[in-house]
């Protein structure tokens, strides 16, 4: 499989959500166990922070 790479947001409690399309991917099911592997860690620009395809609530 070829490496893919999200950009998420880490909410106040310290949860970073895996987007659908991966869970679907990966067969990830609520419950399941997930191992991280950090590689390397990259700060990701603030434009790309903020540039979502979903809109923020009023």
Same mark, same amino acid.
């Given at each position: 499989m070829d490496d893919v790479e999200i950009v998420g947001r880490v909410s106040a409690n310290g949860r970073i959500v895996i987007p &659908? =399309?991966?869970?679907d991917l990966l067969n990830i099911e609520d419950? =399941?166990?997930v191992r991280i592997?950090? &590689?390397e860690v990259i700060k990701v620009? &603030? /434009?790309? &922070?903020? /540039?979502s395809k979903r809109k923020k609530k009023k």
């Amino acid at each position: 499989m070829d490496d893919v790479e999200i950009v998420g947001r880490v909410s106040a409690n310290g949860r970073i959500v895996i987007p &659908k =399309d991966i869970r679907d991917l990966l067969n990830i099911e609520d419950g =399941d166990f997930v191992r991280i592997t950090i &590689k390397e860690v990259i700060k990701v620009p &603030k /434009s790309a &922070k903020t /540039s979502s395809k979903r809109k923020k609530k009023k």
